[in-house]
């Protein structure tokens, strides 16, 4: 069974713009969180879907958005990007939240850096 | 709020000696307890969780948990490491109280660094 997987697995954007990434869950997995891994910070909770829906959002600007498709796939939208935006995004799936509580599985990251 | 404390930021320590790393979480409701780890340019991989039963718990890579419900600790530990085991492990919990986001919350990482 093929794990998670994100697109692209590095980045480099100028501030100012915005940059889409992609997350998908393995396979039969409904549920879709992401997080933000930055030195400073550590790793931290963006947001989470399930079937289509934004069940929990973390404490981000309204710069960070994200959606989720049909078929599970996600991806995170970052508009007007600051310098401090610069950091590893984790996506991590689940069968449902209530099973994310006791297992998530993690994809390699996509490396955000911003210039 | 809850919050996790993992009390080392780096442990350097010699080929096939033990290790411990610390963790400490806050909270006064139940909790699912896990140990992570990340390989460079990798995502996470989970070693370890605890969820209810047995207060110590058994992971891979011959990683080992002890859930202390009375110090809120959750320390991870190995008799004998590998140069191998050189990553970051980070300390997780995931808030079962009502309300809570369910999110899971991450101490900010101990580097291990296997020297031989």
């Known amino acids: 069974k093929a794990g998670v997987t994100q697109t692209p697995r590095y980045l480099i954007k100028t501030r100012g713009q915005q940059v889409t990434l992609s997350c998908s869950p393995i396979s039969g997995h409904r549920s879709v969180s992401w997080y933000q891994q930055t030195p400073g910070q550590g790793l931290q909770f963006l947001f989470e879907y399930f079937s289509e829906t934004q069940r929990n959002k973390g404490n981000f600007p309204g710069r960070f958005s994200g959606r989720q498709f049909s078929n599970s796939r996600s991806e995170m939208n970052v508009s007007t990007l600051e310098l401090g935006d610069s950091a590893l995004y984790l996506c991590?799936?689940?069968?449902?939240?209530?099973?994310?509580?006791?297992?998530?599985?993690f994809g390699p990251g996509t490396r955000l850096t911003v210039t | 709020a809850q919050s996790v404390t993992q009390l080392d930021s780096q442990v350097p320590v010699f080929e096939e000696a033990p290790v411990e790393l610390r963790c400490n979480y806050s909270s006064s409701v139940s909790v699912y307890l896990f140990w992570y780890v990340q390989y460079p340019n990798q995502g996470l991989q989970l070693l370890l969780k605890y969820l209810s039963g047995s207060t110590l718990v058994k992971g891979i890579n011959g990683f080992e948990a002890e859930f202390n419900k009375s110090q809120t600790s959750f320390h991870l530990r190995k008799p004998s490491v590998h140069i191998s085991d050189t990553a970051e492990y980070f300390c997780a919990v995931s808030d079962l109280s009502r309300g809570s986001q369910g999110n899971l919350i991450f101490g900010k990482g101990t580097k291990l660094s296997v020297k031989p």
């Open positions: 991590a799936s689940s069968l449902t939240p209530e099973t994310g509580r006791v297992e998530q599985y």
